[in-house]
């Protein structure tokens, strides 16, 4: 059984449309992350929810709109899509927000904005 | 601000010798960091964690080194295999997992 699980793996799209991506995780975590992961590979936190609630909140354009419906999924919607937007997008879960907890990643969903 | 940056974006390794990949941080406050391994086309999956009471820590085949005087983390991969090869991150862990570039691992035949 896949621990995150992210849909859809790939997406093209074109300029200006509004997209979503699910992720669902069945490790019983109660914090959930977005991340991005761009054209050089580096990884920047883009949101975080504990229990279900909005922890962090990096600096991301307010197209970017996370949503948690329980504690189990955080699903990611983008509005205006631009050609900026695209990069991997991946989901994780831990246990906590404490110090010294691991983050499960998904396996990505590679946003192409064309 | 806070920042955990890689000295190498790119090691070569011949397959059967010891990696080392390093990396520096920039937060003295932090006292938690993890390696990433990030294969293609896959997720960054955790390999080892070292808290900052300790200056290493041993796995299976990977050891971290911890010198908080200079900020700097190492990950030594023993007997380097085919399948060692990925991009490798440190990652300091606070209220949220910060990343560093990554190095990518090539493995030589």
């Known amino acids: 059984d896949t621990a995150v699980s992210q849909t859809p793996k790939y997406l093209v799209t074109q300029m200006g449309n509004d997209k979503s991506i699910k992720c669902e995780q069945n490790l019983g975590h109660d914090t959930m992350y977005w991340y991005k992961q761009d054209s050089k590979k580096f990884l920047k936190i883009m949101f975080s929810?504990?229990?279900?609630?909005?922890?962090i909140n990096e600096t991301v354009p307010n197209r970017f709109s996370p949503k948690s419906p329980d504690k189990a999924h955080l699903n990611l919607h983008i509005n205006s899509l631009e050609l900026g937007d695209s990069a991997v997008y991946f989901c994780?879960?831990?246990?906590?927000?404490?110090?010294?907890?691991?983050?499960?990643f998904g396996q990505g969903t590679r946003l192409t904005v064309v | 601000g806070e920042s955990v940056g890689l000295h190498l974006p790119t090691l070569s390794v011949q397959e059967g010798d010891n990696s080392i990949i390093n990396c520096a941080y920039s937060n003295s406050a932090s006292d938690y960091f993890i390696w990433y391994k990030q294969e293609s086309g896959k997720g960054p999956q955790f390999i080892i964690d070292?808290?900052?009471?300790?200056d290493k820590r041993q796995g299976q085949r990977v050891t971290v080194l911890l010198n908080k005087t200079v900020k700097h983390l190492s990950l030594q991969i023993a007997a380097t295999q085919p399948g060692d090869s990925a991009v490798y991150f440190c990652?300091?862990?606070?209220?949220?997992?910060?990343f560093g570039k990554g190095t990518r691992l090539h493995i030589l035949p």
């Open positions: 990652a300091e862990r606070g209220d949220k997992i910060i």
């Open positions: 070292i808290r900052s009471n300790m």
């Open positions: 929810y504990n229990n279900k609630e909005l922890i």
């Open positions: 994780a879960s831990s246990q906590g927000n404490g110090l010294r907890t691991e983050a499960f």
